[in-house]
């Protein structure tokens, strides 16, 4: 019998090393009191920003914003081609209250990247909660490796 349970035994104590060195859930990374930030926000006052997105390139390539205020950024793909705008650690550091465009929005708290197409908008409704400097850039194709990143800093 104490031979059938030294496998079991040995299972047990494999999964729990593996649990314990197991990375941290994503959503843990995120803001936790995200929703605290999105109520407690007077969003008549927030501020609105553009990011036009071309190949190759953001115009502007620098964004500076405050800590705690609320922001709406409009991305416009004025390119001939989709693209992105990926920012994993600044969406690590903000407080999403959602995207939306003309046919609808997304209400989701945590987000990598945002794709817009040819042609394209999409406004991104957020306030941001920790200092610090930010890259985003494209992710189509080789558009980072040609000049398209940016860079965002929280005050």
């Known amino acids: 019998m104490i031979s059938q349970l030294r496998p079991l035994a040995l299972l047990a104590a494999l999964l729990a090393a593996l649990l314990a060195a197991a990375p941290l859930h994503a959503s843990e990374d995120y803001i936790a009191n995200a929703a605290e930030f999105i109520k ?12 036009d997105m071309e190949e190759f390139r ?3 390539g620098e964004i500076r914003l405050k800590e705690g205020l609320p922001y709406k950024l409009e991305l416009r793909n004025n390119g001939e081609k989709d693209h992105t705008f990926t ?3 600044f969406f690590r550091a903000i407080a999403t209250r959602k995207v939306q465009n003309k046919d609808g929005e997304v209400k989701a708290p945590y987000l990598h990247a945002l794709l817009v197409r040819n042609g394209g908008r999409l406004e991104l409704f957020f306030i941001p909660a ?3 400097s930010f890259p985003f850039y494209c992710t189509f194709e080789d558009f980072r490796q040609k000049g398209m ?3 965002i800093t929280v005050e």
């Not at 407690?40 to 990011?51: G, I, N």
């Open 40 to 51: 407690a926000a007077d969003w008549k006052t927030m501020e609105s920003l553009t990011l």
């Open 58 to 60: 953001f115009i502007p």
């Open 87 to 89: 920012a994993p650690e």
């Open 130 to 132: 920790k200092k610090g």
């Open 149 to 151: 990143e940016g860079k």
